[in-house]
């Protein structure tokens, strides 16, 4: 029973046990339908919350694509918001540059000198530049909107203008003047277009006007220039054609001086020469001794007229640059002498003394002028002997220096005459100056004398010096410089004689005039020469071809072919060298220019001096010859005549009676076709053959000694007909000279049958 107690104490136990699992059976029972409750509860919130949470899972999910979309969206608007502030950027930039753009044109705009404006279609200004400001006068604001021809003188002109503009597209270089509103004027040049907008339509006019005042007032100022330039130069012209009017009219001076001083010594020469000639002549025959005096004055006086003639040559030579000095040997110990025995009968008759103190050592022969020397020299003694009355003149010539080429020779001519004052010293060697007023009255002379001396030593390297004292005496002193010579002076020109022995000349004169040929015959007979005439230069060439002449005499005006187109054949096309001197009707400078440029040696004036002819012959050939005999002189003279006078052809003719016979014959040929030549041409007005004849009758005037007013008559018809001045008194001349020389024909005519009768 312990264990039944037991078992029932378990089973009561047990029992107990089981109500109580039974209670706690319900009551978990219970609590489990609780549960059970509390879970469908539970469930359905769950589901709810499940519902919910899907619900809120889909708004999540939802919100989710939202959210990418939202965060595509930022990034895209991100991306948009860069770009934005890149292209806000790009276009800060630009419109900076924009800005910066419209700044820089509008400064050019305003920089520039032109005005600029811009026109509106409807003609209103739309902008203008500073320029267009300042030259109106007007401010930006108030010119802009306004009409663009308001500003200008020519309102319609500036319309026109802007309107061409719209209508062509351009305008350009269009006149207009600008009126500033203070009223100054402005003158432009305006050059306008038009310009568009991107469509191609018009917006406006773009005008740019040139400030042109400037250039319109150097323009002007140009023109005016030119106009004074003009002027000037037609007052420059008129001052040239003044000046070579002035020219002119010195040159025709100096020529008519020229042509005057070569008249004057073919005037005067002539009749000297016949002078001398005769008087020489006279002198050799049986004279009384009153005679022999008179005549011996009259050669003295004759003398000096040749020297006083020749130094007035020299002077106008001189004047005229045409002065020369040759360079040939000479002997100057034998040219003092030849020229101090000049002086030994005026020193006699004076009772003066004249000594020579030549220096030995100066070599015999030198290379200078000696005809200049000469000249020098006989100035100065003469002027010594005339101003002393007493004592002594010494010529003194003293060898200064001396090297391999040259010598330095001093010339002095010391005397004890009347002095000369101090303060007349520097003037005597002055053109026609005198040391004192009475010079002239009581010793003579020009006072030319001095003048020259100087003309020849300066140009020669010299200088001349004088020494004076009043009543003591005076010494002239110069030297000149020679050159040294191997050469031997064979001909010494002035000092020649005429018996030198010479002969075996053989001469080609060529000459168209008769009486001139035969002349020359007389005289070339005379040098014991043998002669040859052709009358003109073609037939001298012939002659030329055919013989050989020592030398050839030419004339220079000639029929045919004249003396210096013969010389120029002469030269270049027959390269002769043969001397040709040319015979010279008149010195005048130009001829002998042209000889020199042909090519002749020398000239010779006519009427030909026979010792400076013989000289310069002997000095071109230089041929010596054993002795000549000269021929005898006669001494005849031909009674006085009146019209003419036939000295000079007994002189040239050595009064051989059928030489005279043969010139006047000569004469009465060629005279009267020349007559009637000349009055033919005066009617026929040829004042060209005119001349030509009257030049032909000239020459024979002298030689039969017809006055010389008759030759200066001549003369000046050939001046009228030359230059066909004063043609009115042509006739007058014309019928003088006719009527003078019909009666030297009826008088020489009278001479022929005299000498005719008395040779019978
Ligand atoms: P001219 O002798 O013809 O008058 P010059 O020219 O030879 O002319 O001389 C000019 C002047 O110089 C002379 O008039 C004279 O007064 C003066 N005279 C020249 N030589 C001498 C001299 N030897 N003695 C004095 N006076 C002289």
């Known amino acids: 029973m312990d264990e039944l107690v037991k078992v029932r104490k378990q089973l009561a136990l047990e029992k107990k046990e089981k109500s109580k699992l039974k209670s706690d059976l319900a009551l978990a029972r219970k609590n489990l339908a609780v549960q059970k409750k509390e879970i469908g509860k539970r469930v359905a919130e769950l589901r709810l919350a499940n519902k919910e949470i899907v619900f809120e899972a889909l708004e999540k999910e939802k919100r989710a694509a939202e959210l990418v979309i939202a965060d595509i969206e930022l990034t895209f608007q991100n991306k948009e918001k860069d770009k934005r502030e890149i292209a806000n950027k790009e276009l800060e930039v630009l419109s900076h540059s924009l800005k910066l753009a419209s700044q820089y044109s509008r400064s050019l705009l305003e920089a520039s000198l032109d005005l600029l404006v811009t026109i509106s279609a409807s003609g209103k200004i739309t902008d203008v530049n500073k320029a267009t400001i300042k030259v109106t006068g007007i401010a930006r604001e108030k010119l802009i909107d306004t009409n663009f021809s308001n500003y200008f003188t020519e309102p319609a002109k500036a319309e026109e203008g802007y309107r061409q503009a719209f209508d062509k597209g351009f305008v350009s270089n269009y006149p207009l003047t600008i009126k500033h509103k203070n009223g100054k004027l402005t003158d432009v040049l305006y050059n306008a277009s038009v310009y568009n907008d991107d469509n191609g339509n018009v917006l406006g006019v773009f005008a740019a006007a040139r400030d042109i005042t400037t250039q319109k007032r150097i323009e002007k100022e140009l023109i005016d220039a030119k106009v004074s330039a003009e002027s000037a130069t037609d007052l420059a012209e008129e001052a040239k054609s003044k000046a070579e009017k002035a020219t002119r009219t010195a040159e025709d001076a100096v020529r008519a001086k020229q042509q005057f001083l070569s008249n004057m010594s073919h005037e005067i020469r002539t009749p000297m020469n016949a002078i001398i000639g005769f008087t020489k002549v006279v002198l050799r025959t049986n004279l009384n001794a009153k005679q022999k005096e008179y005549l011996t004055a009259i050669k003295i006086s004759g003398d000096a007229l040749i020297v006083l003639i020749n130094d ?17 040997p000479f002997k100057l110990a034998a040219s ?159 000092i020649l004689d005429l018996d030198n022995d010479i002969k075996d000349i053989k001469v080609l004169v060529v000459e168209d005039m008769p009486l001139n040929q035969l002349l020359m015959k007389t005289l070339l007979d005379d040098f014991g020469f043998e002669c040859e005439i052709a009358a003109n230069g073609k037939i001298a060439t012939e002659k030329l071809n055919e013989k050989t002449y020592d030398i050839i005499l030419m004339d220079l005006q000639m029929p045919q072919m004249n003396g210096f187109e013969a010389t120029e054949h002469i030269r270049k096309k027959m390269k002769s060298e043969i001397p040709i001197i040319a015979l010279t009707a008149d010195v005048t400078t130009v001829d002998l220019e042209k000889c020199k440029a042909v090519g002749m040696n020398d000239y010779i004036a006519k009427p030909v001096d026979e010792r ?73 007005k040829d004042w060209m053959t005119l001349h030509a004849t009257v030049h032909k009758m000239i020459p024979s005037f002298s030689i039969v000694g017809i006055n010389v007013d008759f030759e200066n008559m001549a003369k000046q018809v050939q001046e009228y007909a030359n230059s066909q001045l004063n043609m009115e008194g042509i006739p007058l001349l014309v019928a003088q000279l006719e009527n003078v020389c019909l009666q030297a024909c009826s008088e020489l005519q009278g001479e022929l049958d005299n000498i005719k009768k008395s040779i019978k």
Do not use: W
């Open 312 to 328: 007035i040559l020299d002077l106008a030579k001189v004047d005229a640059g045409k002065m020369t000095f040759e360079q040939t």
């Open 336 to 494: 003092i002498s030849a020229m101090l025995h000049l002086f030994e009968p005026k020193v006699d008759e004076k009772n003066l003394q004249l000594i020579k103190a030549y220096d030995e050592r100066i070599p015999e022969v030198l290379v200078g002028d000696p005809v200049r020397l000469h000249q020098i020299i006989l100035n100065l003694v003469s002027n010594a002997v005339k101003f002393t009355s007493k004592g002594k003149i010494t010529v003194r010539v003293t060898l200064q220096a001396e090297d391999a080429e040259k010598v330095t020779i001093e010339f002095s001519v010391a005397d004890t005459g009347i002095g000369i004052a101090e303060n007349k010293l520097g003037k005597i060697f002055g053109n026609f100056q005198q040391a004192t007023s009475g010079t002239g009255r009581l010793y003579g002379g020009t006072g030319l004398g001095l003048a020259i001396v100087k003309q020849l030593v300066e140009p020669q390297g010299g200088s001349i010096h004088v020494q004076s004292k009043l009543d003591e005496g005076s010494t002239f002193s110069f030297s000149l410089d020679f050159l040294k010579t191997q050469a031997s002076a064979e001909v010494d020109h002035e």
């Open 612 to 684: 400076l002819l013989y000289s310069k012959i002997v000095g071109l050939v230089k041929k010596p010859a054993p002795s000549v005999e000269q021929k005898e002189v006669i001494d005849h003279l031909t009674k006085e005549i009146k019209c003419i006078n036939l000295q000079y052809l007994n002189q040239r003719t050595k009064s051989n009676p059928v030489l005279m016979m043969e010139m006047i014959s000569l004469y009465l040929e060629q005279t009267p076709p020349l007559i009637r030549a000349m009055k033919q041409s005066l009617i026929d």
